[in-house]
T-cell receptor, first 112, second 114 residues
């Protein structure tokens, strides 16, 4: 079974600075999807960024980018120019055949 | 386009009762997935339905069941409720096919079992 590990339960960053959230996963599959989701306090989960395992190029969405290391089974999220609205729980997720597995989450606080 | 809706938003039940939760996906989405979120266990996958068929299932006891209707709306049922079933139940919808597989989450149903 696939497992997803987020080793940083909590992190904080100053507004406008850069922060990197770590995620590792364990799988024997070759083709799969990886995601980062954001869950603001008392609000809905929203997709931040997606990466297909067969694509070598790292995905980027505005201030959010990933460092995908397939051989190392690592999928970190970098948030540049952090904003107060980035304060949330961040979940890393692995998906294969419509079965999505989440990590335990990292609680990120952006400080003014 | 309307987002994923879940009803009810909050529910309080007693141990031993059963409960049915509902999820209406985004228009045009044919896949619905269900997740249980608790502080202790985090987010756990329950099952996924596509065109009224269950395609995948997580490691939950048979007390947890679901179904999907022809209009893609889905229901989840939990029978013989236990205190440990208290959780936020999230549903997510997606197109369900193709490469651009993205799930859109609903606000969740907060179930409290007393």
């Amino acid at each position: 079974a696939q497992t997803v590990t987020q080793s940083q339960p909590e992190m904080s960053v100053q507004e406008a600075e850069t922060v990197t959230l770590s995620c590792t996963y364990d799988t024997s599959e070759n083709n799969y999807y990886l995601f980062w989701y954001k869950q603001p306090p008392s609000r809905q989960m929203i997709l931040v960024i997606r990466q297909e395992a067969y694509k070598q190029q790292n995905a980027t969405e505005n201030r959010f980018s990933v460092n995908f290391q397939k051989a190392a089974k690592s999928f970190s999220l970098k948030i540049s120019d952090s904003q107060l609205g980035d304060t949330a729980m961040y979940f890393c997720a692995f998906m294969k055949l419509f079965d999505m597995r989440f990590g335990a989450g990292t609680r990120l606080t952006v400080k003014p | 386009k309307a987002g994923v809706t879940q009803t009810p938003r909050y529910l309080i039940k007693t141990r031993g009762q059963q409960v049915t939760l509902s999820c209406s996906p985004i228009s045009g989405h044919r896949s619905v997935s269900w997740y249980q979120q608790t502080p202790g266990q985090g987010l756990q996958f329950l099952f996924e339905y596509f065109s009224e068929t269950q395609r995948n299932k997580g490691n939950f006891p048979g007390r947890f069941s679901g179904r999907q209707f022809s209009n893609s709306r889905s229901e989840m049922n939990v029978s013989t409720l236990e205190l440990g079933d208290s959780a936020l139940y999230l549903c997510a919808s997606s197109i369900g096919t193709g490469e651009n597989y993205e799930q859109y989450f609903g606000p969740g149903t907060r179930l409290t079992v007393t």
